[in-house]
């Protein structure tokens, strides 16, 4: 027997007893609700996933909430989750996403002691590319509003602070290249490394990016389709650079290998450039790596923001204060400046996965889901 706490007159309801249950606005929640699912395994997106348009809606267990999504997060390794990467015994079908802001619509009686209906929530959880998503109290964090700059913080916001504070050892003066830097999460390596008193230096595909690299306090934004990388390194910083917050791979990594400067600390949070591949990866300069690092006693260190959720909920109290202050930028894309418009509703992902990967997008590529009228009964 399931006990939720519900909306509305807030009541306890017997789910055995209750086909449907209310809204905090008074209406009622649908049965049936759109969702993404993996259908099969594949790097390419489109073919790995299917728009579902008759999926029950799921109800929350006694330590859950229901989540009606408003914005969610399209992240470079949604094409890994669909391929099965992250966990090969995966079998299909499974939902898609793993990242949203929404509203409380209903909750278990546990989770009523913390949460309340109504409530905006940010969460990571699988399945977030769907109407309503079931979410573990545990890992729902609660925001002042449901605005899309809180969804910047949850993946790409925590992977630049922890990383590059557990492996960066930034401090006053050193200098910190981010690659991708205009992307969802090198907004906020270059924003932090800034505020450790670093000079920082930011690569990205257009002029329009430079700019924004700029006045987000970056002192070097290079324009690899109008500069090549390699020669501005070693022209401007013959001496190297101290760290690399690293996230295309392949030449790209290597370049940052031979930019290192002595005891120079490469952090890989990411190869996006060999996502799209058959095996996911992008050939490096992998045989003469050992003697570069050898020779400027160097270290190369990769990071799983998963390795590292006992420093998650404090990361994300700290950023949501920077971002409540007026300290950091949290940049987000709707697509407003992609060919066919706005991301705006679940059939958009695919088309905003195609954007991400045409190195389109300008700070954290976000999805929204309007609510539908004729989603309620």
Known sequence: MLRLALAGARAIVDMSY????????????????????VTRLSPNFREAVTLRRDCPVPLPGDGDLLVRNRFVGVNASDINYSAGRYDPSVKTPFDAGFEGVGEVVALGLSSSATFTVGQAVAYTAPGSFAEYTVVTASMAIPVPAVK??????LVSGTTAYISLKELGELSEGRKVL????????GQFAVQLAKKAKCHVIGTCSSDEKSAFLKSLGCDRPINYNGERVGAVLKQEYPR???????????????????ALATKGRLIVIGFVSGYQTPTGLSPVKAGTLPAKLLKKSASVRG???????SKYRAAMDHLLKMYASGELVCKVDLGGLSAEGRFTGLESVFRAVDYMYMRKNTGKIVVELPHSVNSKL
């Open 303 to 309: 990071f799983f923001l998963n390795h590292y959720l």
């Open 240 to 258: 190297g650079v101290d760290v690399v917050y690293e996230s295309v791979g392949g030449a790209v990594f290597d370049l940052a290998v031979d």
């Open 148 to 153: 899309p700059e809180y969804l910047t913080l």
């Open 18 to 37: 209750s086909r449907h249950f209310l809204d905090f606005q008074g209406s009622a929640i649908p049965r049936a609700m759109q969702k993404l699912v």
């Open 178 to 185: 981010v690659t991708a830097a205009a992307g969802g999460t």
